[in-house]
């Protein structure tokens, strides 16, 4: 059985998914929104309203850290 996460406490929440990535690729845990919003101000896109909503999503989805 699952337990049921709390509401408003995103940042204490384990990811749903978690992808492990040599040590020499990533050195901290990134999450997925944390990644594109890098990715995106790297491309000299500008962020809008809703970036940090979705960003916050995708962390709460997929993770990325080391071995």
Sequence with gaps: MKKEPK???ASLEEPAHQIRL???LVKE???L?????RLT?????QPCA???KRAAGLNRWVSFSRR
């Excluded at 929104?33 to 919003?37: L, N």
């Excluded at 101000?41 to 896109?45: D, E, K, Q, S, T």
């Design 41 to 45: 101000y790297r491309a000299g896109i």
């Design 29 to 31: 845990e990134v999450g």
């Design 50 to 52: 809703g970036c940090q």
């Design 7 to 9: 509401k408003g406490s």
């Design 22 to 24: 040599p040590g020499w």
């Design 33 to 37: 929104g944390d990644f594109v919003t």
